[in-house]
């Protein structure tokens, strides 16, 4: 069994969690997502912090299911449905629901649910030499970890489809210039970047970011007059709490602000 599937660490406001299997390209196993589970209701629970930057050790991001435990000795093959129900689908949500910014660096091959997991963060960067892969499709599966929601969403579906259909990589400067992820850095700045966005939200209106997230998400469901009301909401709920005071008042007064970030 791996020591530690997921490294954390501690910055000032943010945290790093860094999926930690690379001989296996950061697959997941049932420890890892238990690990990852552990570390995400820690942050969340963590009052102080303000953001996440997920990325993968080594030369890869994430590949997915490890498949070496999907291959029982007899030869069979399981039937799935209950890792998605127990671990994916709770992930992606959890995800998607954080109230801060969650960063993710792909350092390399995304591939299966590990390309979908990445797309389920807020912001994506990629480093040059990464790849992003719906490789269900080579194994006879179908894209989970709500790569059906989001890729058509993200690049349209006649891209969708074939991204899903032929599972062959995308260059990470196409996944950008699709519109798929956020940005592209050079393999060697690409970390450097991340802490760059993460030490930002660290001393953002960190609850005015949260409702920014709820809205964008939950925008894909209403129509414009509900989306509307949802603003008005939100925009009483963002103007509550002390950090839009302050945001005025520094910008009257023509000095940075600052953000007490209380979620
Ligand atoms: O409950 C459920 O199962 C449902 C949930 C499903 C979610 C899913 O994610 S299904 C999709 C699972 N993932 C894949 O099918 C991807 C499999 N991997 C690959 O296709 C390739 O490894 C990559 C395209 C990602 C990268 O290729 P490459 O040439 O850069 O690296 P490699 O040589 O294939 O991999 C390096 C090592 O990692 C290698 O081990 P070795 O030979 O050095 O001992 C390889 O076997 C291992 N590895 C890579 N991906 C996986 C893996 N081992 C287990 N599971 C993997 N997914």
């Given amino acids: 069994m791996d020591e530690n599937p997921i490294l954390v660490e501690q910055r000032d406001g943010y945290r790093v969690l860094t999926l930690n299997r690379p001989q296996r390209l950061n697959a997941f196993t049932e420890p890892m997502h238990v690990a990852l589970r552990e570390a995400l209701a ?13 990325t993968g050790a080594g030369r890869g991001f994430c590949a997915g299911q490890d498949l070496n435990d999907r291959l029982s000795q007899a030869g069979d093959t399981p039937v799935l449905g209950s890792a998605l129900e127990t671990y994916y689908n709770p992930l992606v949500r959890r995800l998607r629901a954080l109230p801060f910014p969650v960063v993710v660096a792909v350092n390399g091959v995304a591939a299966g649910a590990g390309c979908n997991i990445a797309l389920a963060c807020d912001i994506v960067i990629a480093a040059r030499s990464a790849s992003f892969i719906q490789s ?62 993460c030490a930002r939200f660290a001393v953002a209106p960190t609850a005015g970011l949260a409702l920014i997230k709820r809205a964008l998400d939950q925008s894909w469901d209403n129509d414009l007059d509900a989306q509307l009301d949802l603003e008005r909401e939100f925009q009483r709920e963002a103007s509550l709490n002390p950090d839009y005071a302050e945001g005025v008042r520094a910008f009257m007064e023509k000095r940075p602000p600052r953000f007490g970030g209380r979620r």
């Fill in 136 to 197: 269900f499709a080579r194994i006879g599966l179908v894209p989970d970890s709500g790569g059906t929601w989001t890729l058509p969403r993200l690049v349209g579906p006649a891209r969708a489809r074939a991204l899903a259909l032929l599972a062959e990589p995308l260059p990470a400067e196409t996944a950008e210039a699709w519109g798929l992820i956020w940005k592209v850095y050079d393999d060697a700045t690409l970390m450097e970047e991340a802490h760059k966005l």
């Fill in 42 to 54: 820690a942050a969340e629970a963590d009052a102080g912090c303000r953001a996440l930057l997920i």
